[in-house]
């Protein structure tokens, strides 16, 4: 390890630094160089430094010098952190990602896939890597690691996204001065996105037993997410609106759709008549599995995979109810921003994104039909 150590004296650029507090010094009985300096009434000593997650012995005063170069400039911007030139510190990408999540303020769904998005940069960065030093090249190397890892762009889309977030979190924390500069990010185009039509989707319904076939109907008229007509109540129901102001997490009911918004829809005739023939029950929830229980998404996803099955389709019950919605509108030539505005999005470039490719197929029909429409030759005196 030591002569791993001697043989990256010359890598990185540790830098030169200006007036050198401390002074680097040799240990009598070991030979081991270390670096000691007062912080705070106190003697530190740092006998190792941290490279891609490995911890080093100095190997010579000249590279324990730029160590303590390193610290004295962070001593003269006020950066300085002692714990950060140790094992398990606090500012080691491990410990700062159990630190940041519990304190993210997402559902608890998405605190799950942030973790396990940070396994992967955690895993190549290596513990201790200190999230104040995360540059821009160290990001472009994790990118391409995962992509010669033949990762999927939407998995590296998260993963990049996940690092970027919680970074974020340590410059609004102070924990570090600013972000590292990111590639681009952006979700990548799902593209043809499966959807169903509407025959299709009515034949799945009819498979469904008349019970619990209400609240895929109202998912479906509405294009809303499953979660959201799981946690639909009584008081969320007037006599002209179906109002979404509620979700389930799991089994945590939570206020505010997806994006923690309220939404209220003017009833249709199909959604009057999809309540009217939902089961009665004396549970504060419009729709309920028992009579008293709401839906969880296991029962859900269960109703939905055997209806599937005796139609002969396989698709997902967000495809076939929320995706569905959107592509059914489109193929109907209604305008984008009116499905964007329907599902909720933020920002219709997210719909066009999303659903960009569903009414492709049109567009080139349309093209096509250009090419074949009746060409009148203009007749000039003297044509025969």
């Known amino acids: 390890m030591l002569n791993s150590a001697k043989n990256m004296l010359a890598y990185p650029n540790l830098g030169e630094g200006g007036y050198m507090g401390g002074s680097v010094l040799q240990d ?163 593209g043809n996105i499966e959807y169903l039509g509407i025959e299709i989707q009515q034949k799945i319904f009819n498979e469904i037993p008349e019970r619990h076939r209400p609240i895929f109907e109202l998912a479906a008229e509405y294009g809303r997410r499953p979660q959201e007509v799981r946690a639909l109540m009584k008081d969320a129901v007037t006599d002209t609106h179906i109002i979404i102001m509620r979700r389930f997490s799991e089994y945590e009911l939570l206020e505010g759709d997806k994006t923690g918004k309220v939404k209220a829809f003017f009833k249709t005739e199909e959604a009057k008549r999809i309540l009217k023939s939902t089961a009665p029950s004396f549970s504060e929830f419009v729709f309920t599995h028992n009579g008293k229980s709401p839906y969880d998404g296991k029962i859900l996803n269960n109703l939905w995979r055997e209806a599937c099955n005796k139609v002969g389709v396989k698709i997902k019950m967000y495809n076939g109810l929320r995706h569905s919605k959107a592509g059914q509108l489109l193929d109907a030539e209604y305008p984008i921003e009116l499905v964007s505005e329907l599902l909720g999005h933020t920002k219709i470039q997210m719909t066009r994104d999303m659903y960009g490719r569903v009414s492709e197929a049109r567009i080139t029909e349309a093209l096509e039909n250009v090419r074949i429409l009746p060409f009148k030759k203009e007749v000039k005196h003297g044509d025969h």
């Open 28 to 190: 009598s009985k070991t030979g081991h160089w270390y670096i000691q300096l007062r912080w705070n009434n106190e003697t530190e000593r740092f006998y190792r430094f941290e490279y891609h997650g490995v911890w080093f012995p100095f190997a010579s005063k000249a590279q324990a010098n730029k160590i303590r170069s390193l610290m004295q400039d962070e001593i003269d911007n006020g950066s300085f952190s002692p714990a950060s030139y140790r094992p398990n510190s606090p500012l080691g990408i491990g410990k700062y990602v159990d630190i940041w999540l519990p304190l993210t303020d997402v559902v608890k769904n998405t605190r799950g896939r942030y973790k396990s998005f940070a396994k992967h940069f955690v895993e190549f960065f290596g513990i201790d890597k200190d999230i104040r030093k995360i540059s821009k090249v160290n990001i472009l190397e994790l990118k391409k690691s995962l992509e010669e890892s033949e990762y999927s762009k939407k998995t590296i889309y998260h993963i990049l996204n996940t690092l970027k977030t919680m970074l974020n979190f340590a410059v609004d924390n102070r924990d570090m001065k600013e972000l590292p500069s990111f590639p681009k990010l952006s979700n990548p185009i799902k």
